[in-house]
T-cell receptor, first 113, second 111 residues
Framework: KAGVTQTPRYLIKTRGQQVTLSCSPI?????VSWYQQTPGQGLQFLFE???????NKGNFPGRFSGRQFSNSRSEMNVSTLELGDSALYLC????????????FGQGTRLTVV | TQLLEQSPQFLSIQEGENLTVYCNSS?????LQWYRQEPGEGPVLLVT?????EVKKLKRLTFQFGDARKDSSLHITAAQPGDTGLYLC???????????FGKGTLLTVNP
């Protein structure tokens, strides 16, 4: 079956702009999580959605937001971009969301200039 | 807040060598997962260990969960260039629906 699909793969934005990233989970998976990966901080949890509800949120400012649609597809939005937001944004889907395997997409590489 | 440390941070070895990487914490976990991330890809699950003292083998990779379920190790025998990647540990515990990753060990196996 198809894996987790993230679009776009690469993105260049200017400081102050906003960006929306998309994630299509594996068919049947209802949990979608988002992570930010940077060389200095590693993989950091942003938030997790299950059946259109946010169940958990990491320690990121309110500029980072997300949502999940009824078909389990998810989007995350970053407003008022800062240079420090440059990172690889990874989406993961799982069938339950707590102890099962997380399947990751290839990520969206965001560069803020 | 749990402290999660992976060591070493970087490791560069020659093909055929053995190596061990570690994942240590001050907290007790119900289970722990190891992932490998190759360049340009997302992490992929290698194994989940659940029982204290558990040892799991995946071909040349041996995973061990500490008796107290606060630490884990990954041993690779006769490393190959295809083992190159970022090895991440992710403990599971509590009822929060998120994975907390260590910063990982970046392994480079030179031919």
């Amino acid at each position: 079956k198809a894996g987790v699909t993230q679009t776009p793969r690469y993105l260049i934005k200017t400081r102050g702009q906003q960006v929306t990233l998309s994630c299509s989970p594996i068919s049947g998976h209802r949990s979608v999580s988002w992570y930010q990966q940077t060389p200095g901080q590693g993989l950091q949890f942003l938030f997790e959605y299950f059946s259109e509800t946010q169940r958990n949120k990491g320690n990121f400012p309110g500029r980072f937001s997300g949502r999940q649609f009824s078909n389990s597809r998810s989007e995350m939005n970053v407003s008022t971009l800062e240079l420090g937001d440059s990172a690889l944004y990874l989406c993961a889907s799982s069938s339950v969301g707590q102890t099962t395997e997380a399947f990751f997409g290839q990520g969206t590489r965001l560069t803020v200039v | 807040t749990q402290l999660l440390e992976q060591s070493p941070q970087f490791l560069s070895i020659q093909e055929g060598e053995n190596l061990t990487v570690y994942c240590n914490s001050s907290s007790v976990f119900s289970s722990l997962q190891w992932y490998r991330q190759e360049p340009g890809e997302g992490p992929v699950l290698l194994v989940t260990v659940v029982t204290g003292g558990e040892v799991k083998k995946l071909k040349r990779l041996t995973f061990q969960f500490g008796d107290a379920r606060k630490d884990s190790s990954l041993h690779i025998t006769a490393a190959q260039p295809g083992d190159t990647g970022l090895y991440l540990c992710a403990p599971r515990g509590g009822s929060n629906y998120k994975l907390t990753f260590g910063k990982g060990t970046l392994l480079t196996v030179n031919p």
